[in-house]
């Protein structure tokens, strides 16, 4: 019987940090992984921190290509809206890209969209909202997409697990042990309700004694610290114009233009692909 082939793609969150096992992450794709087949199941994960759309594109995709999996996740994007660079423009083609190329090998594609950064450091309103609308972008990209190719969506942008903070390392961005848990179950579910998945649930239950408040602080003011301001060195003076403009829309209350603006922003990106896809011919899904 040949092995079940599960390929994971994306960057922090599909590698694991937040739950360590052994000195190594682990996370929420390698939960999944035990759980799909009651048979043997080959998993690969490609994914690494700070991995960005075009990192996925160059760099996983060939490799996971190879691989000639059976189910492909890909998870990404949130680096992509820490950057000064950001354009969804780009960020949609590549992901058409990846997804189609998956598509065409007749893999099944697993997705996610994921809450924004911003709300989960708590930053400031004027911040916070950029980022947010980036983040809506990039979301809204995923989900269009997703339906195009018929992927086997999760819907991670959202809920009471985004406020439940046992569930999230002491960084704010990635989950711990219980929330990349809690993502291998949800996604599980979605995978049987479709027929993709027969083996055991994920267990909700942690194996790893949770860190204590001080241990968590200790971890935040030293490698988090780092690990925060590596990903956003690049963005902040942008960010602090883009405040500046929050602050002046807020004032004129005007802030419904930056809104329509990023909604006008997505549906040509999404426009351009359709065009796209119609240049290429009928027989490219």
Known sequence: MRPLRFVALGDSLTEGVGDRVDEEWRGWAALLADGLSDGPVEFTKLAVSGAQTRDVLERQTPAGLALRPDLVSVVVGVNDTLRCTFDIHTVAARLDEVYGAFHAQGATLFTACL??????????????????RRQRAVNTVVHALSERYGAVHLHAAEGEWITDRALWSADRLHPGERGHRRLAAHSHALLAEAGLATGAVPSLRPEA????????????????????????????????????SEVRHRARGTSGRLDLSASHAVASALAALSVAERGRGPDVA
């Open 209 to 244: 004694v949770d860190p204590t408040r001080s241990a968590s602080l200790r971890w935040l003011v030293t490698a988090g610290t780092a690990w925060v301001a590596r990903r956003c060195t690049d963005l902040l003076p942008q960010l602090l114009r883009l405040a500046a």
């Open 115 to 132: 809450p924004d950064p911003g709300a989960m450091l708590g930053l400031p309103g004027p911040l916070a909202h950029p980022l947010a």
